[in-house]
Every structure is written in structure tokens, then in C-alpha cells.
């Protein structure tokens, strides 16, 4: 078993944009050396086999020698066609005692062992998409054999692109609503945010580049520890124009449109999870 400080032999299988951010994270973060990730991607997926070779990586158009050259394996396709690639190399020696990462949304854990020799370890991990540019919000959840030290290991990896928590498997339908869809809803804020900007005389580009940088400065406000109801509280004067913006917002049922989104996305992710892993 490798240790969470030793650098990695790790593989994808799928090769797209998130297993392309993922390896430059690695690499950057020295947990891996280029020439030791291997990425299987589609014959006629030429970009990312570039992308990869580019990057000093090696881009195959097999899963099986993924397997084999890899100490760990991040399983980064589509979620319907999990087991079925899975299937391609349950068979290989290579595949026992192997950690196998797989990042697809809904699948289980359970699911996923049931194909793998048992001897194989299997970790979910829910990123989301700001992990592109290594700003990523991700949670992680162990099957029954992954260990102690396979989490660390995980929660190491993707922290090279942003943060990683551990939560039980029962809370990744939360974590897949609240991270995973959630870029979508501060996207839309900072659209609306400009919006209303252009409405109030502001040109589009300063706008958007304002609020853009309003959500991200609030972001980090927010990480430094203190409340977001004491940092709202800290910009809202009395009888002043944050007074006034805030009940506009609560007349207009802000805060339950939100909760209700991510609530919204939740019970969807049962219905999809229970397609995925065919349980009633």
C-alpha cells in the first residue's frame, strides 16, 4: 500500500477536461511526476489525448493498461457506463489490491465493489467544477474496504485542487446539491448581480468584472471563520442602501429559493442514484 507522502503512479480512466485538471493539479503539487499518469480517452477523442501528451502523461485508448501502469485509478467517465469499463478490467491481476477513485456522480460505492475483484478499495469522491481551475469544493466517502490511510491519501489529491471532506455516503446526495450544482446558482447570482448593475448605468464588462470579484472577496471573507450573518450584519448600516437591497431580497423569497434549489437538486439525486445503482 502506498503512503499518503510517497509520489504516485495514478491513472484515469476517461480522460476528459476533469481527469486533465485533476493530473495538472497533481503534477503542480508534486504527488505525481507527469510520465507516471497514464489516462485511457476515446480513439476519437484527439484534444485530450494531446492534452495529456502535452503534459508529459501518457494517453492510451485502452482501460486495461491504466490499470496496470497505475497505483491508484480515478474512475472519471460518465456514470452510466461505470460498470461497464469497470467490467473491461475487474478480471486483471493488476486490479486487486488497488485503490480506485471513482468521481462519477450517483454511483455508489457498493456498486462499484460489486464489480471489483474484493481485494480492490473503492473511494467516491463529488468534486465540482471550479476544480478546473483548482478552486474545487469536493467531498469524499470510503467503501467498506477503503482504509485510514486510502482517505488521506484521496483527501491529499484533491486538495491539490481546492478542499476535501470526508462524509458518510448517505449525505452525497446533499453534498452533489449544495457543491456540486451550486456553481450553477453563484453563476446565476453574479449574472443577476451585473444585471442589475447594467440596470443601474454600470457598462457590461465592469459589471460583470465587479461582481465576479464581489463574489470571490465574499467567498474568502467567509472562509476566514466569521459568520456570513455577522459579515452581512457588518455591511448593512442602518437605514442605509444594504438595508434596503437585503428586504428587497427577503420580500422576494431569496433565502427560501435558494434552500429550495439545493433541496430541489437533492431529491433528484435520489431518483437518478436509484436508476444508477437499480435500487427501488
Known amino acids: 500500500m502506498i503512503k499518503v507522502s510517497e509520489i504516485m503512479k495514478i491513472g484515469f480512466i476517461?480522460?476528459?477536461r476533469l481527469a486533465f485538471a485533476l493530473a495538472n493539479g497533481f503534477i503542480s503539487a508534486g504527488l505525481a511526476k507527469p510520465d507516471e499518469i497514464t489516462a485511457s480517452v476515446h480513439p476519437a477523442d484527439v484534444v485530450s489525448a494531446e492534452a495529456f501528451k502535452k503534459l508529459g502523461a501518457t494517453a492510451v485508448f485502452e482501460n486495461k493498461p491504466v490499470v496496470e501502469r497505475s497505483e491508484v485509478?480515478?474512475?472519471?467517465?460518465?456514470p452510466d457506463v461505470v460498470?461497464?469499463?469497470l467490467k473491461e478490467v475487474k478480471d486483471l491481476q493488476a486490479s486487486k489490491n488497488k485503490l480506485f477513485i471513482s468521481v462519477a456522480m450517483g454511483v455508489t460505492t457498493a456498486a462499484i465493489e460489486k464489480v471489483l475483484p474484493t481485494e480492490a478499495r473503492v473511494i467516491r469522491?463529488?468534486?465540482n467544477t471550479p476544480?478546473?481551475?483548482?478552486h474545487g469544493a469536493a467531498a469524499l466517502s470510503r467503501g467498506t474496504r477503503a482504509t485510514a490511510d486510502d482517505a488521506k491519501l484521496t483527501t491529499q489529491l484533491f486538495q491539490a485542487v481546492g478542499t476535501c471532506d470526508e462524509v458518510p455516503e448517505y449525505q452525497m446526495d446533499a453534498v452533489t446539491a449544495l457543491s456540486g450544482s451550486g456553481p450553477a446558482y453563484i453563476y446565476?447570482?453574479?449574472e443577476s448581480l451585473a444585471d442589475g448593475g447594467v440596470r443601474c448605468g454600470l457598462p457590461r464588462d465592469l459589471a460583470l468584472r465587479l461582481a465576479a470579484q464581489t463574489a470571490l472577496g465574499s467567498a474568502a471573507m467567509v472562509k476566514t471563520g466569521t459568520h456570513p450573518a455577522v459579515l452581512k450584519d457588518n455591511v448593512t448600516?442602518?437605514?442605509?442602501?444594504?438595508?434596503?437591497g437585503t428586504y428587497h431580497l427577503e420580500q422576494n423569497g431569496f433565502r427560501s429559493a435558494v434552500i429550495g434549489a439545493v433541496a430541489a437538486a437533492a431529491d433528484r439525486c435520489k431518483v437518478v442514484n436509484s436508476q444508477l445503482n437499480n435500487t427501488p
Open 83 to 85: 460498470v461497464p469499463v
Open 131 to 134: 476544480a478546473l481551475v483548482q
Open 14 to 16: 476517461g480522460g476528459g
Open 125 to 127: 469522491v463529488m468534486p
Open 73 to 78: 485509478v480515478i474512475v472519471s467517465v460518465k
Open 188 to 190: 446565476m447570482m453574479i
Open 237 to 244: 448600516s442602518p437605514a442605509g442602501s444594504t438595508a434596503d
